[in-house]
Nanobody, 115 residues
Framework: QVQLVESGGGLVQAGESLRLSCAAS????????MGWYRQAPGKQREMVAI???????NYAESVKGRFAIFSDSAKNTMYLQMNNLKPEDTAVYFC?????????WGQGTQVTVSS
């Protein structure tokens, strides 16, 4: 069993920045993959940024150049640095991990960007 706990969401104005954190309950180095997803009201959940099994990173086109995913294995924590936020980035952001081929989700953290 793996617990993922997100934090760092909030209300910001367009153009500002936020950093989300995802703290894992076990060593993230054994994770098959790890990443961030988001779900806006009335929309499907979508991938934002992920670490693949080969340690490559992938970003949604809409966030390329503005968001950065990184991790600190010593803290078992993954981060999402979000710069130049836009109102369309408003959503609940979820941490996701696949551990020994089993998927886990965090509870989500709300990000609201006002224009």
């Amino acid at each position: 069993q793996v617990q993922l706990v997100e934090s760092g969401g909030g209300l910001v104005q367009a153009g500002e920045s936020l950093r989300l954190s995802c703290a894992a309950s076990r060593n993230i180095l054994v994770f098959n993959s790890m990443g961030w997803y988001r779900q806006a009201p009335g929309k499907q959940r979508e991938m934002v940024a992920i670490f693949s099994e080969d340690d490559s990173t992938n970003y949604a086109e809409s966030v390329k150049g503005r968001f950065a995913i990184f991790s600190d294995s010593a803290k078992n924590t993954m981060y999402l640095q979000m710069n130049n936020l836009k109102p369309e980035d408003t959503a609940v952001y979820f941490c996701h991990a696949i551990v020994f081929n089993y998927p886990y989700w965090g509870q989500g953290t709300q990000v609201t960007v006002s224009s």
